[in-house]
């Protein structure tokens, strides 16, 4: 798929050159202009590189058959959107980390640095803290509501389990991409998954995990293998 070459490579490029400044430069020739002829002002600066290619990260994208919009990154908080940092988890390489209280969620690399994404908590995603393993990937998962949210909200009894659940969409809570996490071979319910609004990163929301964009969720899944451990804090972590 264009999308999914084109994508790792701008990939590649923001997350390896964030922090770096923008170069840009060249050659200029003076020429004599008649009073007649006067410049004229630039009224739209050309974007910088790095804007460049984050607005590609997060562009509308064409995927299992859903169209999924671009978020206007320049509307977001900066913090939000993904970018290598130190790591402040001290977790082992490829381990998942959430930091809820703090709305971050990164996943631990080689050599000292993590990537960090923007992220939505959830009321089930206040439930659950610990160790735990991505057990199940999903691409344009079902949505099956637990009988614990039917029993408050009955009309969601269409989507339940004996129903088969809600089908794969932009409607659908679990977006692009969910991971699932268990403990002790167990469902623990807590969820990583995808969402298309991009409003809800950085705050509490109603209902869901641990959501991310639908564009970040995609690059995680990309990223992360099956049994990759897990590790969520509901305390802020020391950084």
């Not at 691409?139 to 794969?168: C, F, T």
Request: proline fraction near 9%; hydrophobic fraction near 35%.
């Amino acid at each position: 798929m264009q999308y999914r070459n084109s994508f790792i490579s701008r990939r590649k490029f923001i997350l390896g050159s964030l922090a770096a400044p923008a170069i840009l430069g060249g050659c200029t020739t003076v020429q004599e202009r008649s009073a007649s002829n006067s410049p004229q002002p630039i009224t739209d600066p050309m974007p910088s590189p790095i804007e460049r290619e984050l607005a590609s990260r997060y562009a509308a994208f064409e995927d299992g058959g859903h169209f999924v919009p671009a978020v206007p990154i320049e509307r977001m908080n900066p913090e939000y959107l993904t970018q290598r940092v130190a790591d402040p988890t001290g977790e082992a390489p490829g381990t998942v980390v959430v930091d809820t209280p703090r709305r971050f969620l990164y996943l631990v690399e080689n050599g000292g640095s993590a990537l960090r994404y923007g992220v939505g908590i959830g009321r089930d995603g206040f439930s659950w803290e610990g160790n735990g393993y991505i057990h199940w990937r999903q691409h344009w998962p079902r949505w099956k509501p637990p009988s614990e949210m039917i029993a408050r909200q009955p009309e969601l009894e269409k989507y339940s389990v004996a129903n088969g659940g809600m089908d794969p969409g932009l409607h659908n809570p679990l977006g692009a991409r969910a991971l699932y996490i268990f403990q002790n071979g167990k469902d623990t319910l807590y969820r990583l998954h995808g969402n298309p609004e991009w409003q809800s990163i950085g705050k509490a929301v109603s209902s869901g995990c641990v959501r991310l964009m639908n564009q970040d969720i995609v690059d995680l899944y990309e990223r992360v293998p099956f049994h990759a451990p897990i590790v969520v804090h509901q305390t802020p972590m020391a950084v």
